[in-house]
């Protein structure tokens, strides 16, 4: 069992006083104790116990700090079964704990995730359901941050789902396709732990089962929530969109209830859930959406957890895992030998074992030591992984203050802004004054002007007063004149009375006076009239004046109450004048302290952020020289494998040497970007690295490649080769050695590079091998002439084992003729079935070149595919070549002038040939053609009679050997110790020889593939045929190990007589 030996230097230090201490380690050695027993590496269910334990620790403290602390600890990269339990544990506490857990575990992606990926690449049954537990947990955790209205057990109500989900349908279907994420990630666990149990047996009742199927019961109670949300949600989706616009999520929906349904079966069906969860039973088919009505008959799945007994708790002390002693190795079993028959000789043990007793000891001794080392290197990585997570929290904890210190400027210069505003306000204020001064001005021009009009009219009405005395004075003058007129008439009607009476005697001196009196008096008379008239338009002006008077007496009392309410308005202007102006000034001396308080802190924090910058650029020059000192080590160990004579065995072929050096010289030029980037911008290193990450695994590979083909390369190419690679790995360190100074990473000049990699490529380009010049047109015509000259070859050997056959049975008899006619039988059979594979392959190539030229002639669809009609004529020249090797090695056997070695090397070398005949045929093949099936058949034949030759062979050889008997009884002891000692000496002699041919057969295999892959054949003796060229990522030469039963070829060059040529192995 696993646990934790010292609580965390984190954990201690967020202890309260020392009021709480010792609650405080009463509660963490709780936890250690609960989690170690929870989560060991015993294949058994986890323990509610421990696990409630767990949960209620984190409602205890509101958060799973405690809980990490601890888990950061665990070896989970040594044990599956620890890490499955650990990922048991924190899915329980995640859906019980408190709500604090979820962000928590946000800060541990990482570690899940690499929990995860690690035992992913591993083959591990349990490692393999590790990877997928991981994924869900993270998938998991991304939900419930991203949509906090879903708890982490996923139990909310209808309403809270509507709210969530909300009125806009794009929201909903996005929070469709999450909830389908979610539960396919659910899904794939269940399948994943099902397909590793054995269905025959009762697995729910072994620990073993049970470990597998214990988290599956959080699984059930999470499904069954996503189910009827998913059911609600697509209701809901198919009554705003279209049905055609959501068949894709029908049809997904469809998939997932039917696993989901199939999962629920299988689990009620196990006596292990039986006890533990009652599972609800799904509906046969899934809810019609088409239907809004199906939403009412749809019912919700619930999941019941029926209440558990308290166990009785079990004390048990912390075990250390992180340091200490390892257990006690058992003790070693005695010799069986000892144990059976007794020690040699009695009891007495001479030095010899004595020595091997004592050796014994010394290496159980260092497997306890390397044991031990094994621990502590272990505890060593742990420690450094939670340094690791510790400086990724206070990074992430550096992020964040900078993120709050950009929020605070933002503030800052918000406020900045709002002081801004609040001056233009009293700016505006003081405008506002001006105005109302410039208005109370205005009102006292108006109310001096109001004066100025109103002694006017006074002026103007004396002036009229004294007219209307005027006029009434002409009144008088005029009723005087009327007076005097009246007078006159009297006067005039005295005269007439005495001109009557004097008319008697002066009657006509009177009628002349009449009519000038007459004359005077109408005169007179219009004189009135004209007075009388003046006297009406004088009444009439009066009246006027008076009408004038009244109105302007009332306009004056207007003018007075506007006066006075002008004066009342004007002394509240200066009132509220005066007020503007007092507060005016309190503003600006307020502002003036806030824009100096904001100015310091606007300063201070220029200064922190000044200072974030700065510490922002030695991280990312940290990055850069880690990165840089990382590719510094890659280049290092490969320049020192230039040396290494251990790398003197490992080879490489030009292709992929250009292959890689291409690569390489590919990302300089990104590198050169990178460089140029971060030089512009220092605070973004990210491309630089990218690139130099990049460009130093691509340029090590270079040179170990160089380094490999230039073993097989001839002697000058290979000194320039290795030359290249030194150059290379020499300016590339010099390069990543500048990165690492910033003084010296200005001047950094990584064009430099090009060179060296430029010719590494060129001479790559040399050492690959030189195909002949034959037209593509004639590839085709090649194909059929060398499996024609294939058969004729196979027919021919046919005929002459016939042959051989028919003299053995005249010049042979006895146990000679049994070995002959068994031999010659058995490579008959092998000739038929070789010619049956011929002519199957010819059929399959038919075939193969009828389906997949189209509208192209024969000959073009070869003139294409070259590299594939190089391999089948190889091939079929392997072939023949093969059979009449065999041929003439069965003559030679029967005529007593070969070995039989030679008939069992060339049986090997024919099943070599004919599958390597059937490879080419089956490249290009359909995979369900009968042709192929035929074609693999006859394959299996000629193997089996290839070794039936064999087998014939050796019986034969078996039977024709004398075995002389050994009779040594006529020898003394001296003669014996002497035949003896030259046994031992031919015996040694013979092992040296086959060390030696042993070691020239693998020379003269790679000689062998030297001149079939990279030289081709020779163009002098063979100018007429092609010699395939092998090409960039093609399949890699075997090494020398996988060909064990073929013979070595002493001549490359055979006659064209025979009709058959030497066989390559061509890389298609």
């Known amino acids: 069992m696993n646990s934790i030996k010292n609580v965390p230097a984190r954990v201690l230090s967020r202890r309260p006083g020392h009021s709480l201490e010792a609650e405080r380690e009463q509660f963490d050695k ?19 116990k421990h696990a409630r334990r767990i949960i209620l620790g984190t409602h205890h403290e509101k958060g799973a700090f405690t809980f990490w602390s601890y888990a950061i600890g665990l070896p989970l990269p040594s044990s599956s079964i620890l890490s499955w339990k650990f990922c048991h544990v924190l899915h329980k506490v995640l859906r019980d704990g408190h709500p604090n857990v979820l962000h928590d575990c946000q800060r541990y992606r990482s570690n899940v995730r690499e929990i995860g990926d690690l035992w992913g690449h591993l083959h591990d049954r349990y490692g ?6 991981t994924k869900l947990l993270l998938t998991k955790i991304s939900f419930h941050l991203k949509h906090p209205q879903f708890p982490a057990g996923l139990e909310v109500t209808d309403e809270v789902l509507e709210k969530a ?40 009742q072994m620990s073993s089962g049970q470990c597998r199927l214990a988290p599956l019961i959080q699984v059930i109670q999470d499904c069954s929530h996503l189910y009827h949300y998913t059911v609600k949600l697509m209701f809901k989706l198919h009554s705003c969109l279209p049905a055609d616009t959501l068949q894709g999520h029908r049809d ?36 019609n959406f088409l239907r809004a009505s199906a939403l009412a008959e749809h019912i919700k799945p619930v999941v019941v957890i029926p209440e558990e007994a308290p166990e009785d708790e079990e004390p048990e002390n912390l075990i250390e895992i992180s340091s200490g002693p390892p257990a006690a190795e058992p003790v070693v079993v005695a010799d069986l030998f000892d144990q059976t028959f007794g020690p040699p000789n009695g009891s007495i043990k001479d030095d010899r074992d004595l020595q091997i007793e004592n050796l014994k000891k010394e290496v159980e001794t260092l497997r306890a030591e390397l044991e031990k080392i094994k621990l502590e290197a272990q505890r060593y990585i742990s420690q450094l992984k939670g340094q690791v997570n510790a400086l990724e929290t206070e990074l992430e904890e550096q992020r964040k203050q ?25 700016a505006r204020n003081q405008s506002l004054r001006e105005e109302a001064e410039r208005k109370a001005s205005a009102t006292e021009a108006r109310y001096s002007k109001l004066k100025e009009k109103h002694s006017e009219l006074i002026s103007t009405h004396a002036e009229l007063l004294r007219k209307n005395a005027d006029t009434a004075k002409q009144l008088t003058v005029t009723q005087q004149s009327q007076e005097e007129v009246a007078r006159v008439k009297e006067q005039l009607a005295f005269q007439m009375e005495q001109v009557k009476r004097e008319s008697e005697m002066k009657l006509e001196e009177q009628s002349d006076q009449l009519e000038k009196l007459k004359s005077e008096l109408a005169a007179k008379s219009g004189e009135l009239a004209l007075a009388q008239e003046a006297l009406s338009r004088t009444e009439q002006s009066e009246s006027e004046l008076s009408s004038r008077l009244d109105t302007l007496s009332a306009e004056k009392d207007t003018l007075s109450g506007a006066m006075r309410q002008q004066e009342a308005e004007l002394l509240a202007a200066q009132s509220l004048v005066q007020e503007k102006e007092e507060a005016l000034s309190q503003e600006r001396w307020r502002s003036s302290q806030e824009k100096n308080e904001l100015q310091g802190r606007l300063a201070e924090k220029e200064s922190q952020e000044q200072g974030l910058r700065q510490k922002l650029l030695d991280e990312q020059f940290a990055v850069l020289r880690g990165a840089a000192a990382e590719g510094e080590a890659i280049l290092q160990d490969a320049v020192n494998k230039l040396d290494d004579p251990l790398h003197l065995r490992c080879t490489s072929s030009p292709d992929y040497l250009v292959s890689r050096a291409q690569a390489a010289l590919d990302t300089v030029s990104a590198l050169e970007k990178g460089h140029a980037q971060y030089l512009a911008n220092c605070t973004d290193a990210s491309a630089l690295v990218a690139a130099l990450t990049r460009f130093s695994h691509l340029a090590a590979d270079t040179i170990i490649n160089g380094s490999a083909t230039s073993h097989l390369a001839p002697t000058d190419p290979a000194d320039r080769l290795m030359d290249m690679c030194r150059e290379c790995g020499a300016r590339a360190l010099e390069l990543l050695g500048q990165l690492q100074d910033q003084t010296a990473l200005p001047r950094a000049q990584p064009d430099l590079l090009r060179t060296p990699l430029q010719g590494i490529l060129q001479l790559g380009q040399e050492l690959k091998p030189k195909s002949l010049d034959v037209r593509q047109e004639e590839l085709g015509a090649m194909v059929d002439k060398e499996m024609a000259a294939t058969s004729a070859a196979i027919e021919d050997a046919v005929r002459r084992i016939e042959d051989m056959m028919n003299q053995a049975r005249h010049e042979s008899s006895g146990v000679k003729l049994e070995v002959n006619e068994r031999i010659l039988n058995s490579c008959t059979d092998l000739m038929k079935a070789i010619r049956l594979l011929v002519m199957t392959s010819t059929s399959l190539q038919k075939e193969i070149v009828e389906s997949g030229r189209g509208a192209a002639t024969q000959q073009e669809f070869y003139a294409k595919n070259s590299r594939w009609t190089e391999g089948l004529i190889s091939a079929s020249k392997a072939v023949g070549w093969g059979a009449t090797q065999l041929v003439e090695s069965a003559d030679k056997v029967v005529l007593h002038m070969g070995k039989y070695e030679e008939l069992i090397v060339c049986s090997h070398e024919i099943a070599a040939s004919t599958a390597q005949l059937v490879a080419a045929s089956k490249v290009k093949a359909d995979k369900h053609s009968p042709h ?20 014939s062979t050796k019986s034969g050889q078996e039977q024709i050997e004398d075995r002389d008997t050994m009779d040594f009884s006529g020898l003394s002891l001296i003669k014996l110790k002497k035949q003896e000692m030259e046994t031992q000496v031919r015996v040694l002699e013979l092992e040296k020889t086959l060390e030696v041919e042993r070691v020239r057969l693998g020379e003269l295999r790679k000689q062998h593939y030297v001149l079939a892959g990279v030289m081709g054949t020779s163009s002098e003796e063979e100018p007429s045929r092609p010699s395939p060229v092998p090409r960039s990522g093609a399949t890699k030469k075997p090494p020398l190990a996988q060909k064990p039963n073929i013979a070595p070829r002493q001549d490359n060059q055979l006659d064209k007589k025979d009709g058959v040529y030497s066989a390559q192995l061509v890389n298609y």
């Open 30 to 48: 709780t936890q250690a104790i609960s989690i170690s027993k929870a989560i060991n590496s015993q294949e058994a269910p986890v323990k509610e």
């Open 128 to 133: 393999q359901l590790v990877n997928v537990y």
């Open 165 to 204: 989900a909300g009125t806009d349908v794009n929201n909903i279907f996005q929070l469709t396709v999450e909830m389908f994420d979610y539960m396919d990630c659910e899904l794939k666990l269940s399948e994943s732990v099902f397909r590793q149990l054995n269905t025959a047996i009762a697995v729910s």
């Open 252 to 287: 997904r929906f469809h998939e997932q209830f039917h696993s989901l349904r199939n999962f629920f079966r299988r689990a009620s069906d196990m006596l292990y859930f039986k006890r533990l969860i009652q599972i609800p039973r799904l509906p046969e088919g899934p809810p």
């Open 402 to 426: 900078k993120q709050k210190a950009l929020v605070d400027n933002e503030q800052l210069r918000h406020e900045l802004a709002q002081l801004k505003a609040a001056q233009l306000e009293s």
């Open 932 to 951: 192929l099936s035929r074609l693999q058949e006859c394959s299996r034949t000629v193997n089996e009679r290839a070794a039936s030759v064999v087998a």
